[in-house]
């Protein structure tokens, strides 16, 4: 296979023999494409490094060079998807590199090349679906981590006391949030300390079996390591679907307000609070 | 970048060789990038079928690998998978020794289906007189 | 096999567990405890597992064997520093360790037994 992608050889040299040419034909394609959102220097740069590896891709015996093209490729439209480019802007941008050939070869008058171009042309399409490849990997990686944070930000666990740890629910829990609440609860009453906590719930509609089990699991495991964990606000529908569902909460200490259940702890803890007169 | 530790099939024949199985799960179950209560599950996991293996089947060994399955998202999803074996007398009601709060060696039972519900794969092939081989496969979340 | 050391402080037994426990090693220890309670006449026993990253259901086994066997010898027992990985662990495995005291750290264990803290004037 060596030296197919690239043709037997006719496009390689013209590839080399006008590299400025097709070069500046190329970018000047490209830059219409992507007018205001990447310098022309920046395209430059980029395209010159991508056509000296499809310069060489007719001496690559290993695949060496086919790799890097890849690889190079890969990076491109991994940063253009991070830019807001859309996946076909990414690909035309490689695909241009079809005109910018054909125009020199059309110039040059050689049978020869043409004949070489409908495999050229295969290639540069293959390289095209690997930007694509890349572009839809990146951004479910995007994505993927947008959600990750949004899981950060809403599961906060906050100091209400010395000692008291709270994480006030909002919205719907599914089994993955709730195992990520509880994960990090656990190990932030090691890490300051704190004997008591509080779950509440005001803020959550409905609970399913799972997150109902989970919140269990965590007051059981809380209690293992030595610590106290109060549940409070549970709605009525919430405490509805627990009995209803024939989950034991057994001895588990739960209070209807956040404040109540606050009292409580700061009463376990030894704390008593009193207004001043 | 670290070195990423070697799978292996260990000897299970003493109580020290329990806690080999559990190190090796440990390295395995850490390089592939699990989170720590993850981590611990299959563990914990693999400590009780490497008792089992010992003390009802036996002796025998424990492979531990680490495995990958494609995922939709970019890349493979890493994993443990662990194959305790033995030769022993076999297990003759599997649904009996599944069942919790069953156990025939003077413990609570939470050998079998404890182990279970600490890992996302479980797989029991056992027939009376001819040994038993328990396979384990946990994934990275 | 390894032993683990058991210290004893005032009135109260430390255990402070720093190997990968072997079952041997475990019912050792069980024999070991009982003996030092009944010759020091110690009122307590913290066994700290802060440096222990797992529990199964055999070394769980062995904490409410203690407990309970200290509570005849009129000793209290409480487990401390248990990792929350391990936590979630032993609850999913289905071991509540029902009869087992617990607390957050070894200083919080001594006063909870009513012991002077080491360390702490």
Redesign the interface.
Known sequence: MSGGAGGEGRIAALLGSREEAVLDRWTALVAENVRGRLTERELRAELTELYGLLARVHDDADGTVRGELRAALAEMSRSRARQGFSPSETAVGVFAVKQAVLEAVEESGDTEAYREFARFSAFVDDLGLVTFETYA??R??VI?DQAEQLLELSTPVVKLWDGILGVPLVGTLDS?RTQIV??SL??M??ET???HAVIDITGVPAVDTEVAQHLL?TV????????DCVISGIRPQIAQTIVGLGIEFGDIVTKATLADALAYALDRSGVSVVKAV | MSREPAGGELPIASHDDVVRVRQLARSLAAAAGMSLVDQTKIVTAASELARNTLVYGGGGTARVERVERPSPRAGARAGVRIVFSDDGPGIPDVDQALAEGWTSGGGLGLGLPGARRLVDEFDLDTEPGRGTTVTVTKWCR | MDRVPILKIGSVLLVSIQVDLQDQTVLALQEDLADRIVRTGARGVVIDITAVDIVDSFIGRMFATIASMSKLMDAETVVVGMRPAVAITLVELGLSLGGVRTALDLEKGMRLLGAPVPGVS
């Not at chain 1, 059981?220 to 610590?227: E, I, N, S």
């Open positions: 990997a990146e479910e990686q993927a993955a509880m994960e656990l190990q009453l090691v300390g704190s004997e699991k059981m495991a809380a209690r293992l390591m030595g610590t």
